[in-house]
């Protein structure tokens, strides 16, 4: 494909398609995806996959994602920058759902091989270059896919609206990802089934982003307008960009706190209660009531500032999340599968309301500079986002694997445990307390972002939403 002329190549201004419930729920598909990709590998194949089946141990387990988060991380504000400046006549973010969608699945496949290296070094070199291979493919649809949102949607209800569709997408990749070893064991269970579901669920990783493809739309008034600001400029802005900084900064908080939630769950029912089998059931239910709480933040959020409710959703996750270090191994199953739910209502806020805000952040720099950049902010949204992740992932094994833990073993001793047990507890609510502070005072108030979406009408009015377009 050959970079085309900016103005020649845009299609002609006109209506653009209705975004109702079946678009929405279409392009929530993309997150499905995605986030069913992410949380296997932060839930199943570093604290499992790679601890019991590789038999790598636990401060080899924690270097491969963190070795491809790191390296992939630097290509998502370079994607978001390259879809912002592409000029092909089939648009700036479309094309790349097709390119990166196989490269997503074949590579997904591969992750869950047991590789028959005797070498440890070998078998680590395999998994962190494959895990990177799909970090990248992955940033190739993934960045361009949140990019177009802010375009598709531009209220600031509708943007909230798009993202709760996208979020109850996301969450029921998250009941995929859990399903993961159900899948392995009825596919024959150890290596063999591990491999067999990886090729099944790649597959249906790489086809959604045909219809992904299909449903998404780009609006000929902002695909026309040229992008003057070179990549390491438009870094720079961005990060001086206060408000950007600002959220971003909660939204990494916030994010450490979910991928560490990640990470340690399968470990804290294995290992802490000492029921592996209760952990399906459990995630089960806690992402249930995700699911339940993100329609209600969404009428919640109707009048009221996505901040203040980002607030709301961390004290709620802080305070039930805390109540997880008096849980005993002894105490009655049902008690357990009671309480779980009570933190997911904060987790969903604390999921949705980030990504809603973004879309603010964008039209406050288009205001200032004249440039429609959604790619390079959501690409640096999400390179901080894998870097701080990855991170905090990679310091909780390293404890647990100071703290001796042992993988493959059958049983583990009290200190390993106890590490589990207060992590779990005790390490997502400080990350979520830091970011409640970094958010107090946040300037992209409702009130001001409607001053700003008048301001960018007067100068250069953007084409009619079209019906179906506002939140629903």
């Known amino acids: 494909m050959s970079r085309a002329d900016p103005v020649s190549s845009a299609p002609p201004p006109g209506p653009v398609p209705r975004l109702g419930p079946l678009r929405k729920a279409i392009y929530a598909s993309g997150d499905f995806t995605v986030n069913a990709s992410l949380v296997a590998l932060a839930m199943l194949y570093t604290s499992h996959f790679l601890l019991e089946v590789a038999e790598l141990r636990p401060l080899l387990a ?53 590789v028959p290296f005797e070498s440890t070094g070998l078998r680590f070199a395999y998994y962190a270059l494959i895990y990177l291979l799909h970090a990248l493919a992955m940033t190739v649809v993934s960045v361009p896919y949140l990019a177009i949102l802010p375009e598709m949607a531009l209220d600031y209800d509708a943007r909230t609206s798009l993202h709760t569709y996208r979020a109850i997408g996301a969450m029921l990749g ?45 609006r000929p008034a902002f695909t026309a307008r040229p992008a003057h600001t070179g990549f390491v400029a438009g870094l720079r802005i961005a990060w001086r960009h206060r408000t950007f900084r600002q959220l971003t900064t909660a939204f990494v908080l916030g994010r450490i706190a979910i991928d560490l939630v990640s990470a340690l769950m399968i470990l804290y029912t294995t290992w802490w209660i000492g029921r592996s089998e209760d952990f399906e059931p459990l995630m089960f239910t806690f992402l249930a009531s995700v699911l339940l709480a993100l329609p209600v933040w969404l009428r919640v959020a109707r009048g009221r500032d996505k ?83 990855s991170l905090g992932v990679f310091l909780v094994l390293g404890l647990i694997d100071l703290f001796g833990f042992v993988s493959g073993a059958e049983r583990q001793g009290e200190s390993a445990l106890q590490a589990i047990r207060w992590l779990t507890a005790l390490a997502p609510p400080v990350f979520l307390a830091i970011g409640v502070w970094v958010l107090r005072g946040y300037p992209l108030t409702r009130a001001r972002h409607e001053e700003i979406v008048r301001a960018l009408a007067e100068r250069a009015p953007v084409p009619p939403a079209g019906p179906g377009a506002r939140a629903g």
């Not at 196989?102 to 590579?107: A, D, H």
């Not at 899948?183 to 579901?197: E, H, S």
Request: net charge positive.
């Open 62 to 114: 924690g270097l491969v994602p963190l070795i491809g988060r790191v390296i992939d991380a630097f290509a998502d504000p370079l994607m978001g920058r390259i879809s912002d400046r592409t000029r092909w006549r089939w648009g700036r973010r479309r094309p790349w759902f097709l390119l990166g969608a196989l490269p997503f699945g074949v590579t997904f496949a591969l992750l869950w091989v047991d």
């Open 174 to 218: 998250v009941f995929a990802a859990v399903s993961l070893r159900w899948i392995a064991g009825a596919l024959g269970g150890g290596a063999q089934g591990w491999a067999a579901m990886g090729v099944l669920v790649g597959l249906g990783l790489a086809l959604p982003w045909l219809a992904v493809h299909r449903v998404t739309f780009e």
């Open 307 to 389: 901040a203040r409710l980002f607030v709301v959703g961390s004290l709620w996750w802080s305070a039930s999340s805390l109540l997880l270090l008096f849980v005993q191994p002894d105490w009655p199953r049902w008690l357990l599968f009671a309480f779980v739910p009570v933190i997911g209502v904060g987790y969903a806020a604390v999921d949705l309301m980030p990504w809603s805000m973004l879309g603010e952040v964008i039209d406050e720099d288009d205001q200032a500079t004249g440039e429609r950049r959604e790619g390079l902010y959501t690409g640096f949204f999400t390179f901080l986002r894998k870097l701080g992740g």
